[in-house]
């Protein structure tokens, strides 16, 4: 089954409409950044907006927003547009963002990178139409060398396995320095997490991942160093900065 097909069925479409729209709906990591970053009139980007719920959670941090949201599951963004009329949502892989290059001031991900082997390709895409920042979330560990991937049989509705999807944890090294080799070199590059338990459908089990946000601030052709902020994630990075 395709991936729109995963998060198009009954019971995704169901449970994205019913959670992950308000801000108590958020994990405790996803609190941080996010009000931070939004501010009256800014553009915002949400790749993988499911049925819109993260409009409505901006929205409350900052109503004056201009966000637009892209999913690629029709089912999804068809409920997001019933939902909320007052945003714009498109049909659209995160692959290919349909944007000219600096577009959007904040550009969003959160939920997708877990199931997606290629985050580099979408985040290289994010980082594009962007013009100030970029917000994803991704699960680290140190030391795997580059990603380990699982099978997750998502239960939305705690009884049946409704979706089987990819199960991705990145090489907490590999993934900063590739953003640190995004062009042109981000300014800055702040993360903050914790270590929790892998839902246990993940199959083969996983033991403890570190549920990192990632804030990646766009630099400016020959700019200067990227500025490191990771002392608020309980891992050690060996990373060249230069
Ligand atoms: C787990 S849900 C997350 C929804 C929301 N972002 C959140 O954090 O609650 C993942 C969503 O991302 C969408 N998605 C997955 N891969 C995508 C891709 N390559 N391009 C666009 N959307 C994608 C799925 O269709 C699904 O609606």
Redesign the pocket.
Known sequence: MS??QE?SNQSAIDF?SQN?HEISDLYASEKIFLPRVLFPGAMVL?????SG??FNIMRSYEPHIEYTG????ER?VALAEERYPEAKFMV????GLPFDDNTFDVVH????FN??PNYQE?LKEMYRVSNRFVLVDIRLLKGIGNQLESVYDIQFNGQNVEATVPYVVNDADEVANFILQLEPKPKALRGTGYFHQVAKEVEPPHNEVCMTMLLIQKGVLEGGPTTLDLEDLPIEFSISNS
Do not use: Q
Not at 70 to 73: A, I, P
Not at 92 to 95: A, P, Q, S, W, Y
Not at 109 to 112: A, D, E, L, R
């Open positions: 991936t729109a998060w994205y992950r949400d790749v993988g907006c499911a719920g993260f892209v999913d690629l599951s999804a659209t892989e995160g692959f991900c959160t939920s997708v199931n997606e979408m």
